[in-house]
T-cell receptor
Framework: GQQLNQSPQSMFIQEGEDVSMNCTSSSIFNTWLWYKQEPGEGPVLLIA?????ELTSNGRLTAQFGITRKDSFLNISASIPSDVGIYFC?????????????FGTGTQLKVEL | SQTIHQWPATLVQPVGSPLSLECTVE??????LYWYRQAAGRGLQLLFY??????ISSEVPQNLSASRPQDRQFILSSKKLLLSDSGFYLCACTRLAGQETQYFGPGTRLLVL
């Protein structure tokens, strides 16, 4: 099935650094979502984007819906230890997506004190 | 806001035994419901989704089945578990039918021995 290319696969950064990750697709999406998952828990929705070019912030997190509608990025500013986890992008394909989301493979973030 | 309950939280079952995982949702009306499986903390695989009572769409052929006996109840079952059924099972819902944004439950960790 349709896959989202999410990169990087993992990141090991210093506390206080900014983080950037992105997702790209060959298909056009009408919705982009970003989730964070901590070990043993379900993914938690961080940011939802519904319009091309939309830039939305949630605290230290900022995400954008790419103009081409084929990509999205998530930035985390001034990372802290509790930012550790796996970040997933997800989206609904504009044509034929139905009621389903396509998920990226995740970016594992590790923060060094 | 919606709340998703999953039961049980953890389960250890022998190969060949039956399975029943339950997901119930509060705070929504007529949601879409989803079952995902996640292996090794990465990659969400959509197993089933439902847009209404008694309506089940299967995404991946396997020895699992799903049922939706009530609007806010979604059940994942198997008659005979395989070793490969081990994983982290996540239930998700939308707030309303037709919406894209999915919210996840806490998950059930299944270990088949």
């Amino acid at each position: 099935g349709q896959q989202l290319n999410q990169s990087p696969q993992s990141m090991f950064i210093q506390e206080g650094e900014d983080v950037s990750m992105n997702c790209t697709s060959s298909s056009i999406f009408n919705t982009w979502l970003w989730y964070k998952q901590e070990p043993g828990e379900g993914p938690v929705l961080l940011i939802a984007l519904y319009k091309a070019g939309e830039l939305t912030s949630n605290g230290r997190l900022t995400a954008q819906f790419g103009i081409t509608r084929k990509d999205s990025f998530l930035n985390i500013s001034a990372s802290i230890p509790s930012d550790v986890g796996i970040y997933f992008c997800a989206g609904r394909i504009l044509t034929g997506g139905g009621n389903k989301l396509t998920f990226g493979t995740g970016t594992q973030l590790k923060v060094e004190l | 806001s919606q709340t998703i309950h999953q039961w049980p939280a953890t389960l250890v079952q022998p190969v060949g035994s039956p399975l029943s995982l339950e997901c119930t949702v509060e705070g929504t009306s007529n949601p879409n419901l989803y079952w995902y499986r996640q292996a090794a903390g990465r990659g969400l695989q959509l197993l089933f989704y439902s847009v209404g009572i008694g309506q089940i769409s299967s995404e991946v052929p396997q020895n699992l089945s799903a049922s939706r006996p009530q609007d806010r109840q979604f059940i994942l079952s198997s008659k005979k578990l395989l070793l490969s059924d081990s994983g982290f099972y996540l239930c998700a819902c939308t707030r309303l039918a037709g919406q894209e944004t999915q919210y996840f439950g806490p998950g059930t960790r299944l270990l088949v021995l």
